[in-house]
Nanobody
Framework: QVQLVESGGGSVQAGGSLRLSCAAS????????MGWFRQAPGKEREFVAA????????YYSDSAKGRFTISRDNAKNTVYLKMNMLKPEDTAVYYC??????????????????WGQGTQVTVSS
């Protein structure tokens, strides 16, 4: 069982930056692939970024590529999402998720086993 708690959301102007954190409980954090998703009002939850167990491999959505960076610190049981050059269309609730038992990265909501409660990111123009 893994419990995930996100933090770091807030309100920024377009062009600004935020760093989201996701703290995980449990001693097996390093065996989970991790991902970030987001959900804007009236829209489906969408994939943002994923990172492998060791952090050696990452994958991004087209909208995140070049602006966002996912990373993890297994000693701290924490995964991060650094977001630069934020746009109003990045406004959403951001969720981190954990995926057990696989070395592959996944963009699919259904393949993640544990979810945090989400943190709001609002970008104004």
């Amino acid at each position: 069982q893994v419990q995930l708690v996100e933090s770091g959301g807030g309100s920024v102007q377009a062009g600004g930056s935020l760093r989201l954190s996701c703290a995980a409980s449990g001693r097996t954090f390093s065996s989970y692939g991790m991902g970030w998703f987001r959900q804007a009002p009236g829209k489906e939850r969408e994939f943002v970024a994923a990172i492998s167990w060791t952090g050696a491999r990452t994958y991004y959505s087209d909208s995140a590529k070049g602006r966002f960076t996912i990373s993890r610190d297994n000693a701290k049981n924490t995964v991060y999402l650094k977001m630069n050059m934020l746009k109003p269309e990045d406004t959403a609730v951001y969720y981190c998720a954990a995926r057990r038992g696989s070395a592959s990265l996944s963009t699919l909501y259904s393949e993640y086993d544990y979810w945090g409660q989400g943190t709001q990111v609002t970008v104004s123009s």
